[in-house]
Structure formats: structure tokens, C-alpha cells
């Protein structure tokens, strides 16, 4: 089982954005480019992140795999349609 400590950053600059990345490597991988549109980083978390860890807006298996092949995974808010159809689900009775 793959299991790394991840940090997870938010994006001072725009809402719902965030940098998960090896918390042995930290931001080191990442491009200074990016880094320039991100903003400034704040540190929103630390975890351990396995395949299997339930996130809101990503998926654990892939945000490993980025972060194995890249150094990051860089996760981007959601656009509006997406959610009004979080809305639309949470309103929904059954």
C-alpha cells in the first residue's frame, strides 16, 4: 500500500485552489511559474494520504500518482456548474 505524508496548501490568491505535495520534498518540486500564480502558500493541513482516503474534491489514487510522477498535484476549484449540482444533490430528498 502506498502511503505518504502529504502537506496540503491553499491558494491565498483564488478560493478552492490547493498544492498537495510529499511532505519529505515539500514545494521543492514545484514550478516557480506556478508558484507565481498560486501565491504565497499556506500550509492547510498535514495527512497521511493512502489510495483509499476519502477527499472532498479529489481523488486520493490520482493525487498519489501526480505526486509521484510530478512532485504535486495541483487541485483546482470547482467551476460553478459543479457547484450548483453539489447544491442540487444536497437539496434533493429521498
Given at each position: 500500500?502506498?502511503?505518504?505524508?502529504?502537506?496540503?496548501?491553499?491558494?491565498?490568491?483564488?478560493?478552492?485552489?490547493?498544492?498537495?505535495?510529499?511532505?519529505?520534498?515539500?514545494?521543492?518540486?514545484?514550478?516557480?511559474?506556478?508558484?507565481?500564480?498560486?501565491?504565497?502558500?499556506?500550509?492547510?493541513?498535514?495527512?497521511?494520504?493512502?489510495?483509499?482516503?476519502?477527499?472532498?474534491?479529489?481523488?486520493?489514487?490520482?493525487?498519489?500518482?501526480?505526486?509521484?510522477?510530478?512532485?504535486?498535484?495541483?487541485?483546482?476549484?470547482?467551476?460553478?456548474?459543479?457547484c450548483?449540482?453539489?447544491?442540487?444533490?444536497?437539496?434533493?430528498?429521498?
Open positions: 500500500m502506498v502511503k505518504i505524508l502529504c502537506n496540503i496548501y491553499r491558494s491565498p490568491k483564488e478560493e478552492g485552489m490547493y498544492l498537495y505535495v510529499d511532505r519529505k520534498t515539500d514545494l521543492e518540486p514545484v514550478p516557480e511559474e506556478l508558484l507565481r500564480r498560486f501565491g504565497k502558500p499556506v500550509l492547510a493541513m498535514t495527512m497521511a494520504l493512502t489510495p483509499e482516503k476519502k477527499l472532498a474534491r479529489a481523488d486520493a489514487s490520482r493525487v498519489l500518482e501526480m505526486i509521484d510522477e510530478q512532485g504535486f498535484y495541483l487541485q483546482m476549484p470547482p467551476r460553478p456548474e459543479e450548483m449540482q453539489e447544491i442540487r444533490n444536497k437539496n434533493t430528498f429521498f
